[in-house]
DNA sequence: TTGTATGCGTTATCAA
DNA sequence: TTGATAACGCATACAA
């Protein structure tokens, strides 16, 4: 796939090379002539400039990056979606990178998107990220950076979130009026903002219910598969809840498999409450009640924030904050008549 | 984030930038003491070589895209995670792209692929693409190039897909074994290579069972999903079927959801057969009978010819194709004991 | 063993 | 208005 270079265009119309790019990038200095010469020729053998020699030069490559834990995994690929959509319009290309939930891959990730001279990047951590020095280093040097869902709490930077205190309050308080007293709660690493946001909210729920926080109830989750399902066949064994609300769809879905497998009947002894936006959630047996998160308009706010970082529209380095409401959409998973 | 160079290096150890370059890239036509001078140095400094100025004088990247027509989809997800575990493995970075189905932001992808001097390419094509000349180019230069799942049938190319008749044999087999007589099918667009072949293994189970194939039964779908269930629902009121088999976990889903909306019960009235490996096919009401794909195992196996076609370990122009096995998983959806 | 010079594709600067 | 040249970071052919 050999490619046609302005050298290539210049010899073949007895050009000099710089004359040509000017033809191509529009400069004025230049007679219309030769301009829809060039012009002319350049569509015929299709040029396509080289963005590589350009990056190299430019320092630049018109392109941002998008670092997730997990691709496979609806909210994340959505708030991809929504990145890329808005990029798009606005005249940039999207790396996609995906960590796996490990810090050292996250690291590589970062690296790569330094290396390879990135105008931003967009990143949710891993669940293992507990050192944020890079980030910081990064942040100090004014990289251009957006933290979208699980965001980094102690350090100053943009920030675009579901309102997961708000999600997780209506979670509870709505399985404490369905007259639920033992609410589980599963949810990701401790680490994790997310975790944090949605523990407070729960927490929230219950004292303003007079229900008594009782920490044997919650269970942090790593992304183990095995353990998660064994954890909550062991949770349920030991603290005879009667609900479970969880922070993500995985561990929603792992939930049900959990409870399916003790052959406990859901809502019946034990409702559910998810925290996703998984497409199925209403096709499950029974369809699930959950806090529906905006994962494509969390990427895409996330993305114009972290473009007009790049461009220079940030005043004067303050940080933004934003953040999305939930919304809880009720189903038959927590729902008293169903009893 | 300024980064070092070899220039820099040089120029603090009083060297040539050949000689840092070397001792960087362990040349042996240099001496022992010259060389620990220069990787101390170099660690001391986190130099990172910059992979675009390679790539300019190279032209290549160590560097494989991954167009795909939707990531948002466990499938394609799944077998990103395939192939990215071995490319990393053989030391190749990857790019994902999405195509949303569009046959312009197809060639686009391509495009890019081209531009950013990748070192070859896995796709699965978008459900528009009726147009393979530019693929054709491609192939003829010899640009390194891997299909999966959906594959240009005509193109004589690497192609690596799952045993799609066979999977539809099985389930459509399955479906007649279970008594049922009108066995509906809802399938992708007809130009896509999976289509054909699920639709003719789909033929071939009938044929064998001496039923009559109605193509009234069988209905392509774009990929609109509002205009999805009603197509569905439609077919159902018209023709009656007492089971749907579907080329995807997508329509499988839209299937639950139409079928659920018009109050006939799976699969007393209607059985369901899925093609698909979501993970949530066991937790649908009721748990889905599906074929089970190796997506995983695609992505990794299609990797793997891609490098070696990049690495020159391919035989003289011979064309690979392979052909992983499905699985069928009966679950409730298509079990005549739940009748 | 080390250094110098060149080129990859492009644009900016300066000269003509 | 156009052309020659340098520079971006790196590797390498060639010279020393």
Known sequence: MESV??????????????????AIRGSYEISETTKKLVLDYVKKVNYRPNPIALSLKENKSRSIGIIVPE?????????????????????????IFQTRESAEKEHACLQHVLDRKLDGVLMSLSGNTKD???????????????????????LKANKVVADN?????????HLIKMGRKRIGHI????VLSITKERLAGYKAALDKHNMEYNPNLVKYME?????????????????????????????????????????????KQI?????????????????????????????????????????GKKKEQSYRKLELPTQLIIRESSDNEAI
């Not at 270079?5 to 040509?20: E, G, Q, R």
């Not at 944020?132 to 040097?141: A, G, I, N, V």
């Open 271 to 311: 409702a559910v409450v998810g925290f996703t936006n998984l497409k199925v959630a209403d096709l499950l047996n029974p369809p699930m009640t959950t806090v529906k998160q905006p994962a494509f308009e969390l990427g895409a706010e996330a993305v114009n924030i972290l473009i007009d970082n790049i461009e």
């Open 223 to 267: 992304f183990d598969y095995s353990i998660i399902t064994n954890t909550i066949k062991q949770l349920i064994h030991d603290e005879n809840p009667d609900a479970l609300f969880t922070a993500s769809d995985r561990l929603a879905l792992s939930c049900y498999g959990a409870i399916k497998s003790l052959k406990v009947e859901i809502p």
């Open 132 to 154: 944020y020095s890079f980030l910081e280093t990064m942040l100090k040097e004014e990289f251009p950076m957006v933290f979208f869902d699980r965001v980094p709490h102690t």
């Open 165 to 173: 205190f708000q999600g997780a309050f209506d979670a509870t308080e």
């Open 187 to 190: 949810t990701s690493p401790p």
């Open 71 to 95: 691709i496979a995994n609806n909210f994340f690929s959505n708030a991809i979606n929504g990145a890329e959509e808005i990029a798009q319009e606005r005249g940039y290309r999207v790396m």
């Open 5 to 22: 270079t302005i050298k290539d265009i210049a010899k073949a119309l007895n050009l000099s090379t710089s004359t040509v790019s000017r």
